[in-house]
Structure formats: C-alpha cells, structure tokens
C-alpha cells in the first residue's frame, strides 16, 4: 500500500537509454507484480520486480519481493520470489520496479529515495569479472561491492540483489540477496533461484546487481487489532497465535524433533529418499528405507539436528517472522531441494561436503536445484561410462558405489567432483557450456553418444528449449504440464491421484499460489493465508470479486501458452510408473485406476506415459480456461 491505496506506482526504467518514469495503474485493473508482470512481459519483455499490496503491513510474511517476467530457461513466463526483500524496497515508496531494455555496459542499479524526494535512480558501470573475484566472491561479492559503495548515501540499512558468473553463462542464472544489518551483509541468503532470472538481469538488461533502501514511510496496513479481529472470525485465534500453528514446520516440529524443510522433509520421508540421480526408484523400499536410516537419519540429518536445530541456529529472511525458517550452520543456510540435489542426489550425505557443493554453486549464482539436477544426470553418464570425465574436463568419475559406500570420503569425492563440473560450467572455454540450457546440451551430447545419455536426464520440457529440474518430491504432480513447473503450481502430495484429477488439482493449486505470489506472501504462511487473503482484499481495498476474477484471468492467460512437451527421458517416465508401483505394492493403496496404469505401462510404458502425461493436462486445461469446462 502507498499514498494512494488504490494505484500501483511502477518504476518503468530503460536500461539502454537510462531513461526512467513512474507510471500507475488502477488497484482493481491490476493487483500486483504478477498480473501486471504479465502484461508488461507480453508487452515489453520487461522483467518486472515489486513488492505485493501487503509489504509493510503487520500480516506477518507479506514482504516476499516477487520477479515476473519471461524466464531464459523456461522459454515462458514465469515467477519467482525471495523473502523479506520486499520489506525495504516499500521504503522506496513504489510498487514495483520494471525493466526493459539493457544498459550498454554491465552495470549496478542505484535507487535511493530519502524523505519523500524523488527517487534517485542511477545505473553505474562495473566491470563484473572484477568484483566476482573480489572478497566473499560471486553474488556475495557483488552485494558487497554495492554496499561499499552505496551503503553511506542510505539513512537506513539498503538492500541488494545480485548475480554471479552463471548469470553471464547459463540460461539459469539466479538472483541472489542477504539483509544488511548495521552496514554489514549477513548470512542469510535468500534467493530468487527458479526461472533464471538472474540470467535475464545480466544478459538482456545488462544489470549485475541493484541495491535499494529508502526511508519513505506510507500508510501500510498496521492496524494489529483489526487484524487480529478478522483472524478471530475466521479462525477463533488472533493473528500471531494462528500464525505460530500454521508455521510449525517451518519452525520446529516436535513430531519430529527438528525443523525447517531440510529438517521436517528428510525426517519424514522415509522409503522415498531420491538419490544418486533418481535410481534408488529402482530399489526396493527395503533398500531405500535401509538407505535413508543409515545415511539420512544416522548421518546427513543427525548432524543438521546436531549444528543447527540443538544450537537454535535459526533466522528470518529479512523481515520480523516467528517462523524463523532460515536454518543455519554459521555461513550456510540449509534448506530441502538445494541440500537435496546437492546432496544424496550427487552421492553426497555428509554435511560439511553438501555445504561445500551448494556454497560453490551459490557463489557461481546458479538456480541450486536446476545446477544440482543437472550434476547428477552429469555424474550419472560419469558412472555408468557414457561420457569420460575427459570430455566433461574433469578427472574422475563419481563413488556411486553402494554396497560399500564410505559417507564421508565418497561424500568428499563427489563433492569435489561436483565443484569441479560447476568450474567448467562457468570458465571460459570450459566443456559443459550451457549458455543455451542443459537441455540443450544433453540433446547435443545425446546426437554425439546415443538417447541413453538424455534418458538419464530428469527435467520438465517446455517449447523448443524450456527446461526445469523438478521439484524433489517422487510424485507425477511434480512431472505435471503445467505452464510452469519448478515451483509449488502443482499437488506434490504423495497421494495417488487419477491424472486427469490430478491435472485439476494442480490447476486449483496454481490458483492458489499465483494468489500468494501477486500479493508477495510467502507461502509458508499459507495456511492461514489462502483462506483470509480474499477478505483481506475486500476489507481493505473493497475488491475482492474484481480480485478472484484477475486470479482466473491470469492463470487462464498463463496457460492459454502452455508449451510444455511429453516427457523426452525414460527416467522422466519411470518417475511415473515406480510412483505407481510403489503406492501400490509398498503402501498398499487399493484404487481401480492404479492397478488400470500399471497394467498399461507394463504392457506398453510410452503409449501408458503419454496417455497419463495428457490425462493430466487435459485437468489442468479444463479448469484454467476463462471458462472453466
Ligand atoms: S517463513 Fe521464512 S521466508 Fe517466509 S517470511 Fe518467514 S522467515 Fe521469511
């Protein structure tokens, strides 16, 4: 909310001219960066960066700062967001910031607004390959580099988003930031990884960071007793206490006795560990559970227990949330999916080898699960000899070995390997270019060496050139033809679901998330959030139909251009089928449509594949259409 509730205040900037003005929109025609990011993107491929309507106001997790815009990786539009970032980019008094154009040199972003001035806006040319060796290195030096240098004009502590040398070389390059306290960068990163927008930032806006801050205060909504009031209607609990139950997880669960996604997902997963690129699929629940007690529980997560949730190493992103969902062993910051694919999905169990892997892939600024998808397919061929390490630059293959597995020293193995394929990912002339996308590079490698190479490669397919690196949940919604994948658009429920049904549960999904995203809620608070949201909007703007209405036109919009393409890789398909067989055989789910599949991949698996891929999408499209069928 700013000045006037009723406008969104975009920062429209041309990075090739400099040229720069605010421009507004009614609240009712737009709500937020999304609904307004797509129309910008099918407009101007801007990159559209903002704050959601609630940023400053007291609902805790309102502050999450949202990037929409086409996605370098994806070949669609797409979403991502960071926490807490919005919380001092409303200090700018603005909406949202917009970005076309690119700027003629590389360049840091400088916006400033002290006191109810004009926005100061400035683009500084930098020379990135510089500040990328400098200090804490990569992201974190640019952020670094932008507080040395900007830190003094700010009254309050700034912001700053940054990018790294994945931005420069692949097509998934993330957006990187950690809150500044008194001057100083702290730890706690945060990431707007998923789409590759940092990849968009540096290579068609020319922008390898932009710092922001401002002391301009508006009229947020901060009224907690009329808050706590619409908590006490809908839930009979006021706004913190509700709040506290519905972040639990995120927090510290006692059911399991840790917290935080890393924490509560591992505890809890049991026989459905995904390792060593996916082929634990193929073992039986015996073999997984006797995986995850030994290497899991008596290792990888005992120690995270240990370090982080015993000492209460925990923080928040940026803003004030009693979730404290940033679980921390001094400078790393562990969550599920970047620790899970550079982690067990690499051969890696051990924590000091995990936080070796993710700390180099940060630096880089890669999208940690995209990089670490796509170095477990590598280590993958590495292992199974159908591609030398020769080719690949490095000096060795990955200790895949099982039955003898050492967690610590074939942890360190592999990490090292891990490291070494990220380097000639990102140096000049190094043998894993992926400036087009590592679906690219597969299909390339696979022309060279056979389909067996790109049948070990998991990702979502959009388009020509789209891909994604699903989510690590063994579940079809995260394989789902949704117009975005990669993110929680979809049910990753370990439930089964008929695919057609499925397909109209992701859709009532998406529905729901794009909700959160366009008005810069984090999803953790979801569960009181998706219920009160739309009454929120009514109460405060008067618009809650005008609101839902945007909601569906929106989503339809997004997936009137669904380009996704019928899984390219056996091990995509065999996701499927194993999910089918295990929900059968090992949870005995008893469902006439289950043992239908089953029987139908068994006889014929890529006529039962495609026919489940577009059950699945014929859900999806029956329910995101203006009319829903
Ligand atoms: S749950 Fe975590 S990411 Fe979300 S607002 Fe709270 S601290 Fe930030």
């Known amino acids: 909310m700013h000045d006037n509730k009723h406008e969104l205040k975009v920062l429209m900037l041309d990075g090739t001219t400099g040229f720069y003005r605010v421009q507004r929109y009614r609240v009712g025609d737009f709500f937020g960066p999304v609904d307004l990011g797509i129309h910008l993107a099918f407009k101007h491929n801007a990159l559209t960066i903002g704050a959601g309507l609630l940023a400053?106001?007291?609902f805790p997790g309102s502050n999450r700062l949202i990037f929409a815009g086409i996605s370098p990786c994806w070949h669609g539009f797409y979403v991502s967001s960071m926490g807490g970032a919005a919380l001092i980019?409303?200090?700018l008094g603005i909406n949202m910031l917009s970005l076309i154009g690119k700027a003629p040199h590389p360049s840091l972003l400088y916006l400033n607004r002290n006191h109810g001035e004009e926005i100061e806006v400035e683009l500084v040319p930098v020379v990135p390959?510089?500040?990328?060796?400098?200090?804490?290195?990569?992201?974190?030096?640019?952020?670094?580099?932008?507080?040395?240098?900007?830190?003094?004009r700010y009254e309050k502590d700034p912001r700053a988003l940054a990018v790294g040398p994945a931005a420069r070389d692949s097509d998934f390059g993330a957006i990187g930031s950690a809150p500044v306290k008194k001057?100083?960068?702290?730890?706690?990163?945060?990431?707007?990884?998923?789409?590759?927008?940092?990849?968009?930032?540096?290579q068609e806006h020319g922008l390898v960071g932009i710092i922001y801050g401002g002391t301009h205060i508006d009229e947020d909504f901060r009224d907690r007793s009329v808050a706590d009031q619409w908590f006490q209607d809908k839930f009979n609990q006021r706004m913190a206490a509700k709040d506290m139950e519905v972040t639990t997880k995120y927090r510290y669960d006692p059911k399991f006795n840790t917290g935080g996604t890393f924490g509560v997902n591992y505890a809890a997963m049991d026989g459905d560990i995904l390792a060593f690129n996916y082929r634990t699929i193929y073992w039986s629940q015996e073999a997984r559970r006797d995986l995850h007690e030994r290497f899991i529980l008596n290792h990888y997560l005992k120690q995270f227990n240990q370090e982080t949730i015993q000492t209460k190493q925990q923080r928040n992103c940026g803003e004030p949330c009693a979730a404290v969902c940033k679980k921390m062993h001094g400078r790393f910051k562990k969550d599920y999916e970047p620790y899970q694919t550079m982690g067990p999905l690499c051969g890696i169990?051990?924590?000091?080898?995990?936080?070796?892997?993710?700390?180099?892939?940060?630096?880089?600024?890669f999208d940690a699960i995209s990089v670490g998808g796509t170095l477990a397919w590598l280590m993958d061929c590495l292992d199974d000899g159908l591609i030398t390490p020769q080719e690949l630059g490095v000096d060795r293959v990955p200790k895949w070995e099982v039955a003898n597995f050492d967690v610590v020293g074939d942890s360190m193995h592999n990490a090292e390997l891990g490291m070494a394929l990220l380097d000639q990912m990102t140096q000049p002339g190094?043998?894993?270019?992926?400036?087009?996308?590592?679906?690219?590079?597969?299909?390339r490698l696979a022309r060279e060496k056979g389909k067996q190479v790109l049948d070990r490669f998991v990702y979502n397919a959009f388009a020509r050139q789209g891909w994604m690196v699903p989510n690590q949940y063994w579940t079809p919604g995260a394989y789902a033809p949704m117009a975005i994948t990669g993110?929680?658009?979809?049910?990753?429920?370990?439930?089964?679901l008929p695919p057609r049904e499925l397909g109209r549960e992701n859709a009532r999904r998406m529905l729901k998330e794009l909700m959160l995203d366009n008005l810069g809620i984090c999803r953790f608070h979801r569960a009181w959030a998706e219920t009160l949201i739309p009454d929120i909007m009514e109460n405060i703007f008067g618009e809650k139909d005008a609101f839902l209405n945007s909601?569906?036109?929106?989503?339809?919009r997004i997936t009137s251009r669904n380009a996704s393409v019928f899984w390219e890789s056996e091990r995509n398909m065999d996701m499927v089928f194993t999910f089918l067989k295990n929900k059968k055989e090992t949870d005995g789910v008893s469902h006439p449509e289950i043992d239908r599949w089953i029987d139908f991949f068994t006889r014929d698996r890529h006529a039962a594949a495609y026919e489940f891929w577009y059950e699945i999408h014929k859900g999806i499209h029956e329910m995101l259409r203006e009319y829903p069928v």
């Open 551 to 556: 909601l569906n036109m929106t989503a339809s």
């Open 183 to 202: 001057g100083e960068l702290t730890h706690v990163d945060t990431w707007a990884g998923r789409g590759g927008f940092g990849s968009k930032l540096f």
């Open 89 to 91: 980019f409303d200090n």
């Open 56 to 58: 400053g106001s007291v």
């Open 430 to 443: 190094g043998n894993i270019p992926l400036q087009f996308g590592a679906r690219k590079f597969a299909r």
């Open 487 to 496: 993110k929680y658009y979809m049910h990753y429920g370990r439930d089964f």
């Open 349 to 365: 169990f051990g924590q000091r080898r995990a936080e070796q892997l993710n700390h180099h892939a940060d630096r880089l600024g």
């Open 129 to 152: 390959e510089r500040i990328w060796d400098q200090g804490r290195k990569g992201v974190y030096a640019v952020m670094e580099h932008a507080i040395h240098l900007f830190g003094p």
